[in-house]
């Protein structure tokens, strides 16, 4: 469907279709970048099926079946179709199932997933805390232990402190909320759960997450 299609059955949307055209023609203009990790044995063929998928050669040292570990194998191609340019960055995880013992062969690859996302993470503080006050929050907290969930709010704290990321301080100036404001920055980041559930408890409807064994009130 064009884009001068898609306003046009919403009736007055029509004043959008020039933002929608020149939204397109800029996102063509710029091109598009397509991730693609790769995942399987050696000889599986993986390398051979993104060539076919893109008709293209995707550059990288052939892998062999001895190597002791997992390791990321990164590549990119720019790619041009038409008017519209594209960036490929193909990462393949050589080794994979390669071992005798294949147990661990898949943490290499969430801790890669895990490292773009975070870094992405981070960059977005770093630029938002001189702008906007922010508080990191750990949701779904009740899905791990109290002594794991302390672990793992240290965790984020050390890690977001040795990026240089400033959050959210509640301030202790004011000596009639100085206490209560100590106990709040004592708990950062806060651990909560959230849900749209209700029930009804002493004749009043209340926000609930339901447990098979009880419900937590929020």
């Known amino acids: 469907m064009a884009l001068t299609d898609i306003a046009g059955q919403v009736g007055q949307g029509c004043r959008m279709v020039p933002w929608l055209d020149m939204w397109g023609l800029t996102s063509v203009s710029q091109g598009f970048c397509f991730n693609i990790l790769c995942v399987g044995e050696t000889g599986l063929g993986k390398s051979t099926l993104v060539d076919t998928l893109f008709n293209t050669k995707v550059e990288g040292e052939p892998a062999t079946h001895t190597r002791p570990g997992v390791q990321l194998q990164s590549d990119t191609c720019d790619l041009q179709e038409s008017n519209m340019g594209l960036k490929l960055p193909v990462v393949n995880m050589v080794g994979f199932r390669g071992q005798i013992n294949k147990e661990d062969s898949y943490e290499p690859i969430v801790e890669f997933i895990e490292a773009q996302a975070k870094s992405l993470d981070l960059l977005t503080l770093k630029k938002l805390d001189s702008k906007e006050n922010i508080i990191s929050i750990v949701i779904k907290s009740d899905a791990i232990s109290k002594?794991?969930?302390?672990?793992?709010?240290?965790?984020?704290?050390?890690?977001?402190?040795?990026?240089?990321?400033?959050?959210?301080q509640f301030p202790r100036d004011d000596k009639s909320a100085a206490e209560i404001n100590r106990t709040m920055n004592a708990h950062l980041p806060f651990a909560v759960i959230g849900s749209t559930k209700e029930m009804k408890i002493a004749k009043k409807m209340m926000k609930v997450w339901r447990y098979p064994w009880a419900a937590a009130l929020l």
Do not use: A, Q, R
Request: proline letters at 0%; hydrophobic letters at 35%.
């Open 147 to 168: 002594s794991e969930l302390t672990k793992f709010k240290i965790k984020i704290t050390s890690k977001l402190v040795s990026n240089g990321v400033e959050i959210y």
